[in-house]
């Protein structure tokens, strides 16, 4: 049982050392699929962690010195859960380990049975729900209980009676990343750190940490499909409500408000992803601290080598009245009674250490037994030596005074005047110069932010043309967000797709469907609605195609898009009718 707690114990502490880390560095980041995976791998790690003992590693290498396993000690639970009352009746017999492990395994087995009924009262939704099939891999389960839209594992519940079909539409999406992006599993994982773990409540904050990523991921996959950002939004204040399965995914999980700041906020620069690397020397402190030592009896304390002390500082001139016969600074010296006196580190243990003239220990024993005795052994052997006297304390240097100038550079023969606060000097008077605003970007007819990746990363070899709008003109093509300018860049991937087909003989596949050329071109196909689109040529185009594939192939695939038409969920992909 003692076993059992120190691994709950040493599990615990882990877990809360994982959730404070992302709270402080992780949590305002957008990186939500890296978050995603620390979440998770740490929390899986948690269960291995306290089995992993790294003394012998750190011993073998002196990797730890005497000052710095001080400052970060080994963590000793034994001397708590091994407390035991003075036994008057049979209950009182009992350790402190046993009395908490009756108290541990008794919450994880209501938590299980919690789980339990969770899961059944799932299993009867599902059985009384109506499946619709869509042949995507989903599987679609109408329910007349007063729920909103949710998911677990590959099945999706709704009630199509509580909602219009265009919010219905919305929250599938939503739903449907959760399902491809398997987040049942983690929701699993964050369960079961409960079940063991129900007694700390960061267990329980690193849950609702996990569950509230995971809104956030699946928010963000749904607002990149084209979604409107603000209908979007009203539209979780709208069904803002209860959850009845813990266990499950919804649409309308609590912190509303914060899924929302994270939706408006600008998305975090790669350099940030720096931050995930400090979770190496957090888990190394934790690592240590767990590390276990073996404990060491007074009886070695003699076995103590001349490697093992620590030689006695340099008295001060004026020294104590037995250390008369000092000689040079720095050398060793010996009291009147023959001896040397040195204080030595033993595993945190002071140990005072009495040496002949032959530099032979003749006494070792620990300070706290030389103070009890302190009469006794101070006439056997004479006075411990003073300590060092402490290091002169550093000059202050005073900061040279720095002066800023608001707005334009002063010219040398500037008068302007001046207010002086500390050591800081500040020149004012000078009206700051107003930035320039950023134009709106255009890349072949989507608009991007300016310092965003898509056209950091852009090549200029891929540049066919680019146009500039000014004044009236930008106005009236892009209304008011071209009130600074439009700059239109045009690559020659865009320019070259407009004339692909005016030439071409062979096929298009399209969502791996074959049609001719003259079909293809009625379809009306929007260029965010394409995933991906691929040419072949000559003897790769017959190698993946066939003979047919011999005047070449352009493959295009389009995103899935889902809608519900006379109460029929259908799930198609994006191409002619305009989704």
Known sequence: MQFVLEYLLKFSISIAVMYVFYRAVLRQLTFYRWNRFYLLGYGLLCFVIPFINIAPWVQQRSLLNAQLQNALPAIDYSSFLQLQATPQNWWQQLTVSEILGVLVITGSVVMLVRMLVQFISLQKVKAKGK????????????????????????????????????????????????????????LLVAEIICIINWFNPFAWLLRNALRQNLEFLADHEVLQNGVDKKQYQYLLVKVAGNNQFSIAHHFNFSSLKKRIAMMNKIKTTRMHLTRFLFVLPVLLFVLLAFRQHPKTSPAAIINLTKADTLPAPP????????????????????????????????????????????????KALLLTEWNNNENYYTNLYGSIPPPPPPPAPKAVVTPVAVIEVEGVPLKQDAVAPVKQSAAVITVVGYKKEEPAKDPLYVLDGMVQPKNGDVLKNLNPN???????????????????AGANGVVIITTKKAEASKNLLNNFNGIVILNGVEMSKENFQKRIIKPENILSMDVYKDQKAVEKFGEKGKNGVIEIKTRLVTKIVNGVIQVSYADDDGC
């Open 462 to 480: 891929d540049i066919a043309r680019m146009d500039v709008l000014k004044n009236e003109s930008a106005t009236k093509a892009y209304g008011e």
């Open 131 to 186: 499946r619709v099939d869509t042949g995507a891999g989903i599987h679609f389960f109408e329910t007349e209980a007063t729920v909103s839209p949710f998911s677990f594992g590959s099945s999706i519940y709704f009630n199509p009676q509580l909602h219009s079909t265009a919010e219905l539409e919305r929250m599938l999406q939503h739903e449907i990343v959760h399902v491809k992006q398997r987040h049942t599993a983690d």
């Open 315 to 362: 008295p001060p001139q004026k020294a104590a009245a037995d250390l008369e016969e000092r000689v040079a600074m720095g050398k060793p010296f010996y009291n009147k009674k023959g001896y040397q006196l040195s204080i030595a580190d033993n595993n945190g243990e002071c140990v005072v250490i009495v040496k002949d003239k032959t530099k032979k220990i003749v």
